[in-house]
């Protein structure tokens, strides 16, 4: 199945602790179906002091299941499902909600 969701894209979370919450998809991790959005899903992270690395507490992304997340559509913001349509002999993605495409 194609791709809905690719880094880059600019999504809102639909349900847990986040709801509601906007960011852009950092990573997709393919074979898990999770997804790495920037601001979103923080955990915080004990680490030791190494050679390289200062001792501290680091906050960072945790992954989210695909199915937790919606495209945002490009004119409101507000979560739209992600279609596909031939132009031209180019596949392209489109906003279901505003009918906009997305990349092409």
Known sequence: MAAKIKKGDKVVVLTGKD????GEVLEIIVNKNRALVQGVNMM???TKQTQ????????????IHLSNLAFADPKDGKPTRVGFQIKD?????FAKRSGETIDG
């Open 19 to 22: 709801q509601g919450k906007t």
């Open 44 to 46: 915080r992270r004990h």
């Open 52 to 63: 390289s690395q200062e001792a501290g507490i680091y906050s960072k992304e945790a992954s």
């Open 89 to 93: 002999g180019v596949k392209t993605r």
